[in-house]
């Protein structure tokens, strides 16, 4: 079971980082974001994320449906009595459709680039919560998945 999410969380990886190099080869047109782009509080994990012009960045449709099949099948359980080996596989659960976004990407420009800020720090609190299965790492997972839509369509 570990061998499988390192397995995942390393293809993943490898995807994201193999899709962001082609587009370092072929740049896209994006304009950088407008002087009424809202920035996110510092520190509370999503640094660097920005609104389009003061509205949410449209996702396509692969996107979309992924983020809600990781929303609902994360913040409707019961946390505090899957802590531990029931959080973990729920976070192992999370890293397969991680997997799926990224092997699915089709999104180019500014909001595909405002995905890769979040992702920068969606991924590595699921893999933290797949490792210790605490109620606080849950949390932070928690707290990705319902700012998702205060940035994203």
């Known amino acids: 079971m570990k061998l499988t999410r390192m397995l995942v969380l390393g293809i993943a990886a490898v995807t994201l980082f193999a899709s962001c190099r082609g587009a370092e080869e072929h740049p896209h047109d994006v304009e950088a ?68 976004l990224i092997r699915g990407c089709t999104m180019t420009g500014e909001a595909h680039d405002q995905l890769h800020a979040y992702l920068t720090g969606y991924m590595p609190a699921v893999e933290a919560l797949s490792k210790s299965g605490r109620i606080d790492d849950a949390g932070k997972v928690t707290h990705y998945l319902e700012s998702y839509d205060e940035y994203f369509e």
Not at 34 to 61: C, F, H, I, K, T
Not at 67 to 75: I, P, Q, Y
């Open 33 to 100: 974001p407008a002087s009424d782009a809202v920035s996110v509080v510092p520190g509370d994990g999503l640094d660097g994320l920005v609104l389009d012009n003061g509205r949410r960045w449209l996702m396509d449709d692969h996107t979309r449906s992924t983020f809600a099949k990781m929303a609902t099948s994360f913040l409707d359980l019961d946390q505090g009595s899957l802590e531990g080996e029931g959080l973990k596989t729920a976070a192992a659960d999370l890293q397969v459709l991680t997997a799926d």
